[in-house]
């Protein structure tokens, strides 16, 4: 199962995680993909600095994760695992 983990400390919280794990959570059940992806959330992935939020697939964490960003890095960094 493919582990994703978004991060929800306080950096990333005010640069919209909650919107970030919506997307998630909406992408993830259109495409069926509930048996085969665990989403959760984490605190502080040391990603701070950057723009957006901080999510971590398996043991690769991927900053600047926005709305508008989000599809790609999907299908990019997500859908390939699987």
Same mark, same amino acid.
């Given at each position: 199962? #493919? !582990?994703? !983990?978004?991060? *929800?400390?306080?950096?990333?919280?005010?640069?919209?995680s909650? @919107?970030?794990? @919506?997307?998630?959570?909406?992408? +993830?059940?259109?495409?069926g993909?509930?048996d085969?992806? @665990?989403?959760?959330?984490?605190?502080? #992935?040391?990603?701070? !600095?950057?723009?957006?939020?901080? +999510?971590?697939?398996?043991?690769?964490? +991927? /900053?600047? *994760?926005?709305?508008?960003?989000?599809?790609?890095?999907?299908?990019e960094?997500?859908? /390939? #695992?699987?």
């Amino acid at each position: 199962m #493919l !582990s994703i !983990s978004v991060c *929800v400390g306080s950096s990333c919280h005010l640069k919209g995680s909650y @919107d970030v794990i @919506d997307l998630f959570k909406n992408e +993830i059940k259109e495409r069926g993909l509930e048996d085969k992806i @665990d989403l959760k959330a984490a605190f502080c #992935l040391n990603r701070c !600095s950057h723009e957006g939020v901080a +999510i971590r697939v398996n043991e690769k964490v +991927i /900053p600047g *994760v926005t709305k508008e960003s989000f599809k790609k890095i999907f299908e990019e960094e997500v859908l /390939p #695992l699987l």
